[in-house]
């Protein structure tokens, strides 16, 4: 799927920069954070539909995540590169 490339490109970019916790957390967020417990609430709620629709809605909800650390992080790296540049 392609939203799971922003994931991705978020965990190897912070191991890349030495952030191996937040490059670890960008790794398990899809899958202990929010697709465990979106499993457990929507099968109670929909019942087998839950289940299925769990996988979709944890991609794109760990994608948002994913933008939003990633933007964050090349924010402190462009404010860092600005003060040393001058």
Do not use: C, N
């Amino acid at each position: 799927m392609p939203i799971i490339s922003f994931q991705m490109v978020g965990t190897a970019s912070y191991q890349s920069f030495g952030k191996i916790r937040t490059a670890l957390f960008i790794a398990v967020i899809r899958q202990l954070v929010i697709a465990i417990p979106l499993l457990f609430i929507l099968s109670l709620i929909i019942g087998l539909e839950g289940i299925w629709l769990s996988f979709p809605i944890s991609d794109i909800l760990s994608a948002i995540i994913s933008v939003i650390i990633i933007e964050y992080g090349l924010r402190k790296i462009k404010i860092s590169w600005e003060q040393k540049v001058g």
